[in-house]
C-alpha cells in the first residue's frame, strides 16, 4: 500500500499515562500535518512538519502534547499525563510540500484514543 | 481567523436525487476551499478542491462544487446519489500564500449523507 498508514489504530489508556501514536506518511512527501477529531466536533490541526522540522506548531493544545519527525519520514504524536479530554480520533496527513498552500493533503486512518 | 460552517448536520436523501450539502465560510483572506468525503471506516479522500479560475469546480464520484465569493459559500452538489455516496462530507478552507498557514486546514463539523433505497 502507498497510503498514510497510522498505528495503533485504537488506543485504551488510564488516565495519567503517557501514549505515543505513529504516521507513516507517504514515501516521498516532505509535509506532514496532525489533527485530532473529538467526537461531535470538526477536526482540529495540531502540528506541520516540513522534513524534520515543525514550523507551525499553533495546534498544539498544551504541553502535554509533543511531536517529532525522522528526516522525512515516520512521525510520533506524544501525549504525556493523558487526560480525559484527550480521547479523540488523530489523524495524520502528507503531502508533497512543492506548495503546502494547494497540495492535496492525503490522510491516513487515524488513532481513536479513548482515555478511560 | 478563519472558520468553516456546514449548515446541515445531516442529510437523508433517497437514491437518485439531487443533493446539495451546504458550506460558509469567514476569513479576512483570500482562502483555497476543499471538499474531503469520509466513507465508513475509512479515511478522509479530497473530493475538489477550488484553487482559482472557473468558480465552478468538478471532483471525483460526480460531484461538484461552485464557489461565490460574494456570499462567502462553497456548495457542495450531485445531481443524482447512489447508495455508495453514503459517507460524512467535510468542507475545509486553507489561507492562500503570504501568510504562516502551511496549508493547514480549518474544517466544518461535517455533514452525514445518508441515501436511503
Known amino acids: 500500500g502507498a497510503g498514510v498508514s497510522q498505528s495503533p489504530s485504537n488506543k485504551v489508556t488510564e488516565k495519567g499515562k503517557d501514549v505515543e501514536l505513529r504516521c507513516d506518511p507517504i514515501s516521498g512527501h516532505t509535509a506532514l500535518y496532525w489533527y485530532r477529531q473529538r467526537l461531535g466536533q470538526g477536526l482540529e490541526f495540531l502540528i506541520y512538519?516540513?522534513?524534520?522540522?515543525?514550523?507551525?506548531k499553533s495546534g498544539l493544545p498544551s504541553d502535554r502534547f509533543s511531536a517529532e519527525r525522522t528526516g522525512e519520514s515516520v512521525s510520533t504524536l506524544t501525549i504525556q499525563r493523558t487526560q480525559q479530554e484527550d480521547s479523540a480520533v488523530y489523524l495524520c496527513a502528507s503531502s508533497l510540500g512543492d506548495y503546502p498552500f494547494t497540495d492535496t493533503q492525503y490522510f491516513g486512518p487515524g488513532t481513536r484514543l479513548t482515555v478511560l | 481567523a478563519q472558520s468553516v460552517t456546514q449548515l446541515d448536520s445531516q442529510v437523508p436523501v433517497f437514491e437518485e436525487a439531487p443533493v446539495e450539502l451546504r458550506c460558509n465560510y469567514s476569513?479576512?483572506?483570500?482562502?483555497?476551499l476543499f471538499w474531503y468525503v469520509q466513507y465508513p471506516n475509512q479515511g478522509l479522500q479530497l473530493l475538489l478542491k477550488y484553487l482559482s479560475g472557473s468558480t465552478l469546480v468538478k471532483g471525483i464520484n460526480g460531484f461538484e462544487a461552485e464557489f461565490n465569493k460574494s456570499q462567502t459559500s462553497f456548495h457542495l452538489r450531485k445531481p443524482s446519489v447512489h447508495i455508495s455516496d453514503t459517507a460524512e462530507y467535510f468542507c475545509a478552507v486553507t489561507l492562500r500564500a503570504g501568510g504562516t498557514s502551511y496549508g493547514k486546514l480549518t474544517f466544518g463539523q461535517g455533514t452525514i449523507l445518508t441515501v436511503h433505497p
Open positions: 476569513s479576512s483572506v483570500s482562502v483555497y
Open positions: 512538519f516540513q522534513g524534520n522540522s515543525a514550523p507551525d
